[in-house]
C-alpha cells in the first residue's frame, strides 16, 4: 500500500510591502516633524554652500580666449603656464604696461585696494573706527602726499608707464561690481558696506613705494629700545646688548676700497670717522618714547615688518659657476601673508624698438608697473635691505598749540588739518603738526600729546606745553624711485645699472647685478642722511638743539660702495656691514650681524664650482650658527636630575645643527634657547626689550658664554646668584618638560616643523576671528624647517613662541648662460583669490625646497603654456 500523498498547506495572503513614502506617512508626528527639518537644513546648508560657491568663485578671471579691452592700441597675448605665472607680450610699452595693470587687478585686485587705503589712511572708510589710529598715525606722515608731490618729479617715460598701468587696472574693474572682482568685496557687504572702488590712480602706484620703505626703514625700534633700557641701565649694559660688528668673524659685502674726493673706489685707501654714543634720558621722555612705540607697533603689515625682516642674495662670477657663466640667488625675507607680497610675471616686446623697449621677467608687486627683482635680455639684479639708518626720532620742546622751541627761539609749526572718513561714524578731523624735523607722531592719538615734563632740557625754567616726538624720515622727501625701477628694467650693462640705481632712494637696498658679458657687481643706493657729529642715530635726540639737525644732505651716489668683477669672484650680501669701519660716512650703527652672510661665503669658498641647482640647495641651508657655539656648553652640563632629562640633551650629542623641519635635536635646541634667553633676561630688562632671539642674541649670548659668573646670568627675582650653568641646566630642564607637554615622552618622535609652523593668513578678513571666514582666505599649518638668522631665514620670535613670522618671501636662481635654465618659486601663488586652485599652489614646493622652470624664450613660453587670453582693442 503506497503513502498517501503530503497534503498542501493552504496558501496564506501576502504582506503588502510599504514604500519608504508610507512607512514616513505612518510614523508618529515627532519623528516626522524632526525629519523634515532635518531635511530642510541640509537643504538650507546645501544652498547656502552652493551660494558661497558661487560667491568665491564668481571673482575667478578669464584667462583663455579673447577679450575686447577698450584703451588698447594692438593685440596682446598673455600667456600663462600650469601656475598660471602670465608672460605678457606687446608691441609697445603702453600696451605692455596697460595688460600688466589689466592682469594684475585680475589677479590681486582685492590687495591692490587694500594697500591704496592703508597708504592714504583710509582705511575706516571700509572697516571703520578699529583701523583709525593706523590712519590718524599714516596720515600724520602724509605718506599720500609725498607720493602727489613725486609724480612732478619723474622721467616721462615713467609717467606714461604708470598712466597706462592704471588705465589697464580701470579696463578691467570698470564694468565689475564688488563682488565680481574679489570674495573680500563679498563678505564685507554681507557686513553691510556699501562700497564700490574707485579708479586706480597712478599715483596709487606711487604711495606703495612708502608701505616698502616703511617696513625696511631700519634702526628705529633699536632706538626706543636702548631709550628704554637707558632708566636702569648703564652705557656699558646697553652697549653689551648691541655689541659692535664682529667685522673680523663676518666679513663685510665689499672689502676694503675709500672715498676719493667723494667718490668711492673699489681699489682706494679708506678714511674714516665715528660718532659717540648717546647718554641715557630719564622717564619722562622713556614713557613718551614707549606710548609712541605702542603706535608704531599697530601699524598693520605691509611688506613685513619687525624683526627677522632681511634678504639673502648673492653672485658668482663664471670662474664659480659650472655654466661657465654668472649665477645669480636671491631670497628676500619678509613679513608672510597670504596672498604672498609676490606675483610672478614676464613683460615681452614682440620687437624691440624705440617704442617697444622691454623684455623682461621676474617678480612684481601688484599695484606697481614693471618687474622689482628678476632679468631682462642682458643683465640679472637681485635686492637685500641695506638697512641704513634713514629715520630719528627728536624730541621737541612745545609751546601752546601750535609753537616750538629752536635754539632758545620760538618757532610756527606748520599745521594742516586732515578728514578721516570712518564707517558707520562722523567723520574724523585730524590736527598735524610738523617741525623742522618732521610730523609729530606724538600727536597721533590724544594720549601720546606731550612727551611729559621732566624731558632733558639745558634751560631751566618753564616748559611750556611739555614735549612732543618728531619722525625724520628720508621717504618724507620726495625722490623719483619709480623711475628706479624701469630704469633697471631697461639697463643692459653695468653703467646703464648704475644709472638706474642712483634713482633708488628708498628703501635703500643691496644690489647684486650680473650680465651675459661675464661681470658681476655690486652697488648700494639710497638716501642715506649726513648726521653732524653730535647725532650718531641709536638715540632719540633734543630737537630743540639745532647741532642735531642732519646736515640737510645726503651721501653722494658715486660716495656710496659698490664693486665690479671682485678679486675672489663672487658678491655675498645677507644685511650684514657693508663696508668696515675706515668708511668715512656713516651708513648705520645697526647692522645684521653677519651670520648668514658668512654661512653663504663659506658654503660658496668650499664648492668651487657652483651649478643651478647648487645654488637653489644653498638657498635651504639649515645650519644653526648659534649650535656650534652653545651646543658644547649644554653638553657639558652633567648635574642633569634624571635619566628622563639626559635623554633629551644627548640628542645633541651627535646633531649637525641642521634644523629640518622633522629635527628632533633641533626641536629641541630651540626650546632650550628661547627658555634661555628668558632665564636669563626677562628678569633684567623690559618687556618690550625681551630678546627675540634673531642674530644680536647669538652675538650677545656668545660673548656671556665665556664669561661663567658674568652679571646677566644671576636671576634678580631669586636669594641665590646663579651662574651660567645654573642657567643652562634649568633652560634644558624647561625644555624637556616643554617638549613633552607638546609632543611626545619619547624624544626621537619630536620634530621641529611641530611647533615651527607658517600660516598663512590674509590681510584683512584672515584676521576677522569668524572662523569659517578665516579658513575660506588662510592656509595655516605648514611645518617647516630653518629658523631665526639662518640662510633657510624661517624667522621666530622667542618672546612669542615658535610660529613663523617672516620667511623667504621667493626664491630665485638665474643663470645667466641660459635664461630658460634659471629657477623660481613663490611663497604662495599668483591668484588673489581663494577659490583659484593657484591661491597656494606653489606653497607645497616651496615647503618642500622646490622650484619651479621660468621660462624666458618665446618658444620655452609657448612648451610650457596651459592657458593663452588674448586682449583685442575694442572695435569702438
Avoid at 564700490?196 to 606703495?208: G, K, N, R
Avoid at 653732524?532 to 642735531?548: F, H, K, L
Avoid at 668683477?565 to 656691514?577: H, K, L, S
Avoid at 665665556?706 to 646668584?721: H, L, R
Wanted: net charge negative; aromatic share 8%.
Amino acid at each position: 500500500m503506497s503513502d498517501p500523498s503530503p497534503t498542501p498547506a493552504p496558501e496564506t495572503a501576502p504582506v503588502p510591502q510599504l514604500t519608504r513614502w508610507q512607512a514616513f506617512r505612518r510614523a508618529p508626528r515627532a519623528v516626522r516633524w524632526t525629519a523634515w527639518t532635518a531635511l530642510g537644513l541640509v537643504v538650507v546648508l546645501l544652498l547656502l554652500a552652493a551660494a558661497v560657491v558661487g560667491v568665491v568663485r564668481r571673482p575667478l578671471p578669464q584667462t583663455n580666449g579673447e577679450i575686447e579691452v577698450p584703451g588698447l592700441s594692438a593685440r596682446v597675448e598673455v600667456i600663462r603656464d600650469d601656475h598660471d605665472i602670465p608672460q605678457v607680450y606687446a608691441d609697445t610699452d603702453a600696451d605692455l604696461m596697460f595688460a600688466q595693470g589689466y592682469v594684475h587687478a585680475q589677479e590681486r585686485f582685492f590687495e591692490m585696494d587694500f594697500r591704496r587705503h592703508v597708504t592714504a589712511g583710509r582705511l575706516s572708510e571700509m572697516f571703520g573706527p578699529d583701523t583709525l589710529d593706523t590712519d590718524k598715525f599714516i596720515r600724520t606722515m602724509g605718506w599720500r602726499r609725498v607720493a602727489e608731490e613725486e609724480w612732478a618729479l619723474l622721467e616721462p617715460a615713467t609717467r606714461d608707464a604708470l598712466t597706462s598701468y592704471a588705465d589697464g587696472v580701470n579696463a578691467y574693474i570698470e564694468d565689475r561690481s564688488p563682488s565680481a572682482l574679489a570674495a573680500e568685496y563679498a563678505v564685507l557687504g554681507l557686513t553691510g558696506l556699501d562700497y564700490t572702488p574707485e579708479e586706480w590712480e597712478p599715483v596709487d602706484s606711487l604711495a606703495w613705494l612708502k608701505a616698502m620703505a616703511w617696513d625696511l626703514r631700519g634702526n628705529m625700534d633699536a632706538e626706543v629700545d636702548r631709550v628704554l633700557l637707558s632708566l636702569d641701565h648703564s652705557a656699558d649694559e646697553i652697549a653689551a646688548l648691541w655689541p659692535d660688528y664682529p667685522y673680523a668673524d663676518h666679513p663685510p659685502i665689499v672689502s676694503g676700497g675709500g672715498v676719493v674726493d667723494g667718490v668711492f673706489e673699489q681699489n682706494a685707501t679708506a678714511n674714516g670717522t665715528r660718532n659717540p654714543r648717546r647718554p641715557a634720558y630719564p622717564e619722562g621722555v622713556v614713557a613718551a618714547l614707549e606710548r609712541v612705540q605702542d603706535s608704531i607697533e599697530a601699524m598693520p603689515d605691509l611688506v613685513g615688518k619687525g624683526r627677522g625682516i632681511g634678504s639673502n642674495s648673492w653672485v658668482v662670477d663664471g670662474e664659480h659657476s659650472a655654466t661657465g657663466e654668472p649665477l645669480l640667488a636671491n631670497d628676500p625675507h619678509l613679513g608672510i601673508s597670504q596672498p604672498g607680497i609676490w606675483m610672478q610675471m614676464g613683460l615681452h616686446c614682440r620687437e624691440q624698438t624705440d617704442d617697444c623697449t622691454l623684455d623682461t621677467s621676474g617678480f612684481t608687486f601688484s599695484g606697481v608697473p614693471g618687474v622689482i627683482i628678476g632679468h631682462n635680455a642682458d643683465i640679472a639684479w637681485g635686492f637685500t635691505n641695506l638697512g641704513p639708518d634713514v629715520t630719528d626720532l627728536y624730541l621737541e620742546e612745545t609751546e601752546g598749540d601750535d609753537r616750538y622751541v629752536r635754539d632758545g627761539e620760538s618757532e610756527p609749526m606748520e599745521v594742516r588739518t586732515e578728514t578721516i572718513g570712518v564707517r558707520g561714524e562722523d567723520d574724523v578731523e585730524l590736527r598735524v603738526r610738523e617741525t623742522t624735523h618732521g610730523p609729530l607722531i606724538s600727536d597721533v592719538s590724544s594720549e601720546f600729546a606731550t612727551v611729559g615734563a621732566n624731558a632733558p632740557t639745558d634751560e631751566p625754567g618753564d616748559r611750556g606745553s611739555g614735549y612732543a616726538v618728531a619722525l625724520a624720515w628720508t621717504a618724507l622727501d620726495p625722490a623719483p624711485t619709480a623711475d628706479a625701477i624701469l630704469g633697471l628694467n631697461r639697463a643692459s650693462d653695468w653703467d646703464e645699472f648704475r644709472e638706474a640705481a642712483a634713482e633708488f632712494a628708498v628703501p635703500a637696498q643691496n644690489l647684486v647685478y650680473a650680465d651675459r658679458e661675464g661681470h658681476i657687481g655690486y652697488q648700494a643706493p639710497g638716501r642715506i642722511p649726513i648726521r653732524r657729529a653730535g647725532n650718531d642715530g641709536t638715540m632719540p635726540v633734543e630737537g630743540w638743539i639745532s647741532a642735531n639737525d642732519w646736515t640737510g644732505d645726503y651721501i653722494p651716489f658715486d660716495g656710496l660702495p659698490s664693486v665690479l668683477d671682485p678679486e675672489e669672484g663672487f658678491i655675498v650680501t645677507a644685511n650684514q656691514a657693508v663696508i668696515d669701519e675706515d668708511y668715512p660716512y656713516l651708513l648705520t650703527q645697526d647692522w645684521d650681524y653677519g651670520y648668514r652672510s658668512t654661512r653663504i661665503r663659506e658654503a660658496l669658498t668650499a664648492e668651487g664650482e657652483l651649478s643651478v641647482q647648487e645654488m637653489a640647495t644653498l638657498q635651504l641651508d639649515s645650519t644653526n650658527p648659534m649650535a656650534e657655539t652653545l651646543v658644547p656648553y649644554l653638553l657639558d652640563v652633567d648635574t642633569l636630575p634624571s635619566r628622563y632629562y639626559r635623554n633629551a640633551q644627548n640628542l645633541l650629542r651627535d646633531w649637525d645643527f641642521t634644523q629640518p623641519a622633522d629635527s628632533a635635536p633641533a626641536a629641541y635646541f630651540n626650546v632650550v634657547w628661547r627658555n634661555l634667553l628668558e632665564l636669563t633676561f626677562h628678569d633684567d630688562l623690559r618687556e618690550r626689550t625681551w630678546p627675540d632671539g634673531g642674530d644680536r642674541w647669538f652675538e650677545v649670548v656668545g660673548t656671556m658664554l665665556t664669561e661663567p659668573a658674568g652679571p646677566w646670568w644671576d636671576d634678580a627675582e631669586t636669594d641665590e646668584v646663579e651662574t651660567r650653568d645654573d642657567i643652562l641646566r634649568q633652560a634644558m630642564i624647561e625644555a624637556r618638560d616643554e617638549m613633552t607637554r607638546r609632543q611626545a615622552r619619547d624624544p626621537k618622535r619630536w620634530t621641529w616643523g611641530h611647533i615651527h609652523r607658517m600660516n598663512l593668513h590674509n590681510a584683512t578678513l584672515g584676521e576677522s576671528g569668524v572662523a569659517p571666514i578665516e579658513r575660506l582666505f588662510n592656509r595655516d599649518g605648514w611645518q617647516v624647517g630653518g629658523g631665526s638668522s639662518i640662510v633657510a631665514a624661517t624667522s621666530w620670535n622667542a618672546v612669542d613662541g615658535y610660529e613663523v613670522t617672516a620667511a623667504p618671501s621667493m626664491r630665485m636662481v638665474v643663470s645667466l648662460a641660459d635664461w630658460d635654465d634659471s629657477r623660481w618659486i613663490n611663497l604662495t601663488g599668483v591668484s588673489g583669490h581663494p577659490a583659484s586652485s593657484h591661491y597656494s599652489d606653489q606653497t607645497e614646493l616651496y615647503v618642500d625646497g622646490e622650484t619651479l622652470p621660468w621660462a624666458y624664450s618665446r618658444e620655452a613660453v609657448e612648451a610650457a603654456a596651459d592657458d593663452t587670453l588674448v586682449l583685442v582693442p575694442s572695435a569702438g
